[in-house]
């Protein structure tokens, strides 16, 4: 869309539109403003407060004069902090604004214009906007339900062409729950140690809301460890998602590159952000128990209720805090074309707001978040009862 005179858009993102989940959330911000009973199960924001003992090292932190530019990379003591948990060096790890930036980073940092970079679908929205955005091509490789959404050796291996440069894997998955076992990841692995050339971005944010246990792709692959770029952060598991931290753990030559596009977008990110983040990784964790508890009941309560409506079929996540159902059969039932027909009818008759599987790469689904309190949760389950059982 070229709206100002004289502007045109670079090539690179001819096509690049606010996502459609930001889009879906801040449209249905606006019917509630304009007075609409509407309850949002659309973003991926858990619905607690971030622990007081983060909020008062931020509040400590700015008073001790920490208020000043950061080090491009992070500070020492929250790059030290992560090496440890990480069991590396300072000089491999980077602090960014956010996982996104570290996505980001990686990819100005790495791709040459059409470097191909695979992301099986469904994935994270920004994953192929943020490809694009760099100059590269996203592989976009369809994982469907029946293999539980995750990408298997062989077609791995059939999407891995010389110009592949990247396979981004996401454990557990945004949108679908989906974790890699440790022998899923060593199966990979053995089709990735066969082509040097392609390096291994492992989003790894929800590692604290696993409902089965979790493994680290580099515990599963270490020989690869010179290939692998962790992405990991605060937003998720501690409730920070406004603070914007996270982080990537990777060769340090690298982290170094990121380094330097990072220094010329953001400098260092936020150096109160950074003195709260170090609080949470520091700080006594049990909370991350009981917040997963409470998120693993309401995920049994999400996927049951929704398993109970015609035309749905919902897996059970085994991480993060979404489901990833098929609708195809309610939307045949209620004659919608697709998925964002279906979603767009939801809000407009019922006033749900979810996102449709096309902004996800898997159309046929929908994701909802249970990253919601129980009373929206149940209301938002009743009014989809409610709307698809009369077709
Ligand atoms: N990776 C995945 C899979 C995500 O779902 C998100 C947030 N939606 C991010 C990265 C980015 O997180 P951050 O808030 O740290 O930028």
Not at 143 to 159: D, E, G, W
Not at 236 to 256: E, F, H, L, N
Not at 273 to 286: F, I, V, W, Y
Not at 346 to 364: H, M, S, T
């Amino acid at each position: 869309m070229n709206v100002l005179p004289g502007f045109r858009r670079a090539s690179r993102i001819a096509s690049l539109e606010i996502s459609e989940i930001v889009q879906l959330t801040e449209h249905a911000a606006a019917l509630r403003a304009e007075g609409r009973d509407v309850i949002a199960l659309s973003t991926g924001e858990p619905d607690f407060p971030t622990p007081a003992h983060v909020i008062q090292a931020a509040h400590a932190a700015a008073l001790a004069g920490k208020t000043r530019y950061p080090a491009t990379a992070g500070t020492p003591e929250l790059r030290d902090a992560i090496a440890q948990r990480n069991g590396v060096t300072r000089a491999e790890v980077i602090v960014s604004t956010g996982a996104k930036q570290v996505l980001a980073n990686a990819m100005l940092a790495s791709l040459d214009e059409g470097d191909e970079v695979i992301v099986p679908a469904p994935y994270w929205t920004s994953y192929s906007d943020i490809v694009a955005m760099a100059g590269g091509t996203p592989v976009v490789v369809p994982c469907s339900m029946a293999q539980s959404f995750k990408i298997t050796p062989a077609s791995l291996r059939a999407a891995i062409t010389p110009k592949t440069r990247w396979i981004m894997l996401n454990s557990p998955s945004n949108p679908s729950g989906a974790i890699y076992s440790a022998g899923e990841q060593r199966a990979l692995a053995d089709v990735l140690a066969k082509h040097p050339h392609v390096l291994i971005l492992v989003d790894e944010i929800y590692e604290h809301l696993s409902y089965v246990p979790f493994s680290s792709f580099k515990s599963a692959a270490p020989e690869l460890a010179e290939r692998i770029l962790i992405v990991n952060g605060v937003s998720k598991a501690y409730s920070m998602t406004g603070w914007r931290i996270g982080w990537g753990v990777g060769p340090a030559a690298m982290i170094r590159a990121m380094g330097a596009v990072q220094g010329q977008v953001t400098s260092g990110a936020c150096s109160v952000s950074q003195a709260a983040a170090l609080a949470a990784l520091q700080g006594d964790e049990s909370l991350l128990e009981s917040r997963r508890e409470t998120l693993h009941a309401r995920r049994d309560k999400v996927v049951a209720a929704l398993n109970a409506v015609p035309g749905i079929r919902c897996p059970t996540p085994d991480g993060a805090f979404y489901v990833f159902p098929d609708v195809t059969g309610a939307m045949q039932r209620g004659g919608y074309a697709n998925d964002a027909d279906f979603c767009a009818g939801l809000l407009d008759r019922a006033g749900l707001a979810i996102v449709p599987g096309r902004a996800f790469g898997l159309p046929g689904h929908v994701r909802l978040s249970f990253a919601y309190s129980e009373a929206e949760l149940d209301a938002g389950l009743s009014r989809i009862a409610e709307i698809l059982k009369g077709n």
